[in-house]
C-alpha cells in the first residue's frame, strides 16, 4: 500500500535538562518511519533547503520515497527549537523552507500534516480513497522572535468534513473550537463519519467514531520528551486502520507506535512485533464512554494528575 506524507521536513534543536540535541524532525520523518515499520510503501511530499543535512537525507531514502521532496538550494530548511520544562515545551520556528504545492495526482492513502502553514487548505479538495489530518500547522503563529502560538484558524473549520482521520490534541482543539470541541467532535464524527483522535499527551487518547465514545490508555513508558508522539500515533493509526478497518485497534496501535518513538531521540524505525505486543495491552484497556460528561470527567482527571 503507498501511503503518502506531506508537510516539511524539519531539523529540531531539542533542548532538556540543560542539554541540546540536533535532530532529523518533522511529521514525514516520524510518520513516515513509522508507516515504513509496518509495512506501508511511504512517499514524502515535502521541500528541505540547501542546509539540510546530507546524513539525514541519506538515512531518510534507505526507508522512504523522497522523489517528491524538492531540493531548494537557496533555501533554508524548516528549523524548530523545542525547549522542555517538565511536561510542557516552548516551540520556536527559526527557519521555514518554501510552500509546497498540492499532493501527486497519483496519491490515494494521504496524511496531511503541516508544520508551519507550509500546505494550501485547497489539499482538502483532492479526491482521494482516504485523507488523514494532523492540523498542527495549520492552527500556528509566529511571533517577532519565533516563538509558536496557536490560533483559532476558522477556515479550516470549514474543510473538516472532507477529511477521514483527524488526530488533534486537546490543547489545539481548545484554542480551534473553544469549549465547543466535544460537541462539535460528535458531529463530525456521526454526521459526516469523521474519525477523530483527541490526543490527551501522556494521558491516552479519545476516539469519537460515528457518534460513539472510546478511550485508549496511554502505554507506560520512561519517556524524557515528547517530540514526534503525535506524528507516531498519526502512522500507527493510519497504517493498522487501512488494514484492519478498527478505529480501537488503529488508535491501539498508534498509541503503541507513540511510546515507543519517545523511548528514544529522533525518528527511528520500530519493532513492529513490539507495537503489536503493547497495542494488544492497550486494546485489552480500552473503555467506552457513554456522554461527553464523561468525556469532560476524563479531561479534568488527565490535567489533574
Known sequence: MKIFVAGHITVDEIVYAGKTITSLGGPPSYTGLVLRSLGADVYIVSAVGGDFPEDYWNFLEKYVYLKYVAKVPEAKTTRFRLIYSGESRELYLVSRCIDLSEVPTEAEYIHVSPVAQELPLTVFEKDCLFLSLDPQGYLRKFSEDGKVVLYSNKELLSRLHNVNHLRISLNEAEVLLGEAWPKYFMKLSKEHKVLVSLGLGAKGVIIFNEGKLHYIPPYATSAKQSTGA???????????????????????????????????PGPTLINRKEVEARASELYSKHRTLFSVEEVYELIKYSKET
Not at 230 to 258: K, N, R, T, V
Open 230 to 264: 503525535g506524528d507516531a500515533y498519526a502512522g500507527g493509526f493510519l497504517q493498522a486502520y487501512l488494514s484492519e478497518e478498527d478505529p480501537l485497534w488503529a488508535a491501539a496501535i498508534g498509541s503503541a507506535a507513540a511510546s515507543l518513538v519517545v523511548e528514544k
